[in-house]
């Protein structure tokens, strides 16, 4: 876990998404408990109320479960539900504007798929 936090977002919404990492990455697998929210609030020297705004968020998404006295688990299928949202947030912030500006500079589909072929063979990111 990384304790580092930046100022675009809210501390609660950068704690969800490093519990979603961990589970995209396998880190906390399906039914496996995550750690507890007073270690959390340990670990990330945040107050309690942060650490529930961010894991109740996963839990009214149906990432993370609770069980009363028990703690907090990674629900059946987290991980494939993380990576169709994160797929269509791909979509939508990257590519649907990558192909507006494509559209603009009159770039054919078959030179753009060439570009991210060359791209990605390539290492660098000069074109």
Known sequence: MNQDFHD????????KEKIEDQIVNDQLKENEQIPST????????????T?????NLLVDEGIIYKKRGVGMFVAPEAKEKLFKKRQKKFADDYIMPMMQEAKKLGLTDQYIIDLILKKKGSGNDEV
């Open 8 to 15: 675009k977002k809210p501390i609660f919404m950068q704690i």
């Open 51 to 55: 650490i529930s705004k961010g894991t």
């Open 38 to 49: 007073t270690n959390m609030v340990h670990f990330y020297k945040v107050n309690h109320i």
